[in-house]
């Protein structure tokens, strides 16, 4: 089995071989590491660990910790492609074919982003339901993204990216949270379009993936026009 396990370790020269030694004695082979930021003093490291079948994954949260002021921050089961040059990519294929920029966007969020699906959705100007809500519509959707469709989403027009959380007010479908999903969205070229993207199960979007996500965002806007 393959599982993606975010870790919060001392940024110091040392920690990250460690975690490594420990993990291989539980018979852990790492297959990728990512560093998703850094941060007065912290690192957190995105590892792609091969399990042999019979270990639990639990293993995997006890070996890291084991080490001195490591923290597990989420495991689950990992089922993308190791991608090394992700962002590259996406930008010469959009280069090559704009008019589909947006379906090779949402195609690409999850490789890069380790999500499990990305959509883009549109508020319609103008339009509106009987209670005042905007009406909104789907333009592009990875194969995974949920088949539930938004009718309004209050915290449309977006200025900045974001973390989306029901419980602070970013009304959602239900179906978009389902298994504890984790939303990030970013504003796409404008501020009433916003590609989303969910995570079921986690890890949280932190603030350096929401920077990349805007970025990404912005590149593949202006690519497409």
């Known amino acids: 089995?393959?599982?993606?396990?975010?870790?919060?370790?001392?940024?110091?020269?040392?920690?990250?071989?460690?975690?490594?030694?420990?993990?291989?004695?539980e018979g852990a082979d790492i297959l990728s590491v990512d560093v998703v930021e850094r941060?007065?003093?912290?690192?957190?490291?995105?590892?792609?660990?091969?399990?042999?079948?019979?270990?639990?994954?639990?293993?995997?949260?006890?070996?890291?910790?084991?080490?001195r002021d490591v923290v597990v921050e989420s495991v689950r089961p990992f089922f993308g492609?190791?991608?090394?040059?992700?962002?590259?990519e996406l930008v010469e294929s959009v280069a090559a074919a704009?008019?589909?920029?947006?379906?090779?966007?949402?195609?690409?969020?999850?490789?890069?982003f380790r999500s499990a699906w990305a959509l883009v959705v549109e508020?319609?100007?103008?339009?509106?339901?009987?209670?005042g809500g905007t009406r909104v519509r789907r333009?592009?959707?990875s194969s995974a993204a949920p088949e539930t469709e938004a009718e309004t989403l209050?915290?449309?027009?977006?200025?900045?990216a974001t973390?989306?959380?029901?419980?602070?007010?970013?009304?959602?479908?239900q179906a978009w949270t389902d298994l504890d999903t984790e939303l990030a969205a970013a504003p796409l070229g404008r501020s009433d379009r916003a590609v989303v993207a969910g995570r079921p199960g986690g890890p949280g979007f932190r603030p350096s993936e929401l920077a990349r996500l805007s970025h990404l965002a912005g590149i593949v806007a202006t690519m497409t026009g």
């Open 139 to 141: 333009v592009a959707a």
């Open 98 to 112: 704009p008019d589909d920029g947006l379906s090779l966007l949402v195609d690409a969020v999850p490789r890069i």
């Open 1 to 25: 089995m393959t599982y993606l396990l975010r870790v919060v370790l001392p940024d110091r020269p040392g920690t990250l071989g460690a975690v490594a030694s420990a993990l291989g004695v």
């Open 81 to 88: 492609p190791l991608d090394t040059a992700r962002e590259l």
């Open 39 to 67: 941060h007065q003093g912290q690192a957190v490291d995105d590892l792609v660990v091969d399990l042999p079948s019979a270990r639990p994954p639990d293993v995997l949260i006890t070996a890291a910790e084991s080490v």
């Open 154 to 160: 209050p915290w449309l027009p977006l200025v900045k």
């Open 163 to 173: 973390v989306l959380d029901p419980a602070a007010g970013h009304t959602v479908p």
């Open 123 to 131: 508020a319609s100007s103008g339009d509106v339901w009987s209670d």
